[in-house]
């Protein structure tokens, strides 16, 4: 267990539909940032939050948008599923507004499956 | 990434054999980072290398960063099934260290 916990583990739903992932970051973590993972494109950067506010944005699609809150908890939202945005979404986090020397500590992610 | 560039994408091994995943990157690198991911679960953070020159090791996993070359090797001693997965590794192109460039990553198979 990394100490990064992501709900659901699965999700499946139809094309056109919006979802809402989580993220809860390890223990004393300020960072969340949002990967996503499909074997077209490989791992790409969605977007950073450090502390509530947003800090970097990645290949990150209008049609998604994400979320910190006071807790420090995240939240993904993708609306508009197309086919296209079935992949594994990644949630990591770190103690700094930016990667240190021991990187970022991976959720085990969830896999999303648009039909 | 067209930007981070792994080699070999896949690797099958005898167990006790050694070898070398390279990561090349096209820009500037900033810092790199190597992590092991097993299939359909999250990376596992393995080193990460910052300065020209650098060398890590952990257990029978060493990695180096060659700066001018833009590049870094990922080096597994007398592989062993545990070993086994995809290595990914991640570089910090953009100077600003809050967002990572995938490499594709390399397959290891290391048979028993």
Not at chain 1, 27 to 34: A, E, H, K, M
Not at chain 2, 88 to 109: E, M, N, P, V
Request: aromatic share 10%.
């Amino acid at each position: 267990d990394s100490g990064v916990t992501q709900t659901p583990k699965h999700l499946i739903t139809a094309t056109g539909q919006r979802v809402t992932l989580r993220c809860s970051p390890r223990s004393g973590d300020l960072s969340v940032y949002w990967y996503q993972q499909s074997l077209d494109q490989g791992l790409q950067f969605l977007i950073q939050y450090y502390n509530g506010e947003e800090r970097a944005k990645g290949n990150i699609l209008e049609r998604f948008s994400a979320q910190q809150f006071p807790d420090l908890h995240s939240e993904l939202n993708l609306s508009s599923l197309e086919l296209g945005d079935s992949a594994l979404y990644f949630c990591a986090s770190s103690p700094f507004d930016e990667a240190s020397n021991y990187g970022y500590t991976f959720g085990s992610g969830t896999r999303l499956t648009v039909v | 990434s067209q930007e981070l560039e792994q080699s070999p994408q896949s690797l099958i091994v005898q167990e006790g054999k050694n070898l070398t995943i390279n990561c090349t990157s096209s820009k500037t690198l900033y810092g790199l980072y190597w992590y092991k991911q097993k299939y359909g679960e999250g990376l596992i953070f393995l080193m990460m290398l910052q300065k020209g020159g650098e060398e890590k090791s952990h257990e029978k996993i060493t990695a180096k960063l060659d700066e001018k070359k833009q590049q870094s090797s990922l080096h597994i001693t007398a592989s062993q099934p545990s070993h086994a997965g995809t290595y990914l590794c991640g570089a910090d192109i953009s100077g600003s260290a809050r967002q990572l460039t995938f490499g594709s990553g390399t397959q290891l198979t290391v048979l028993p």
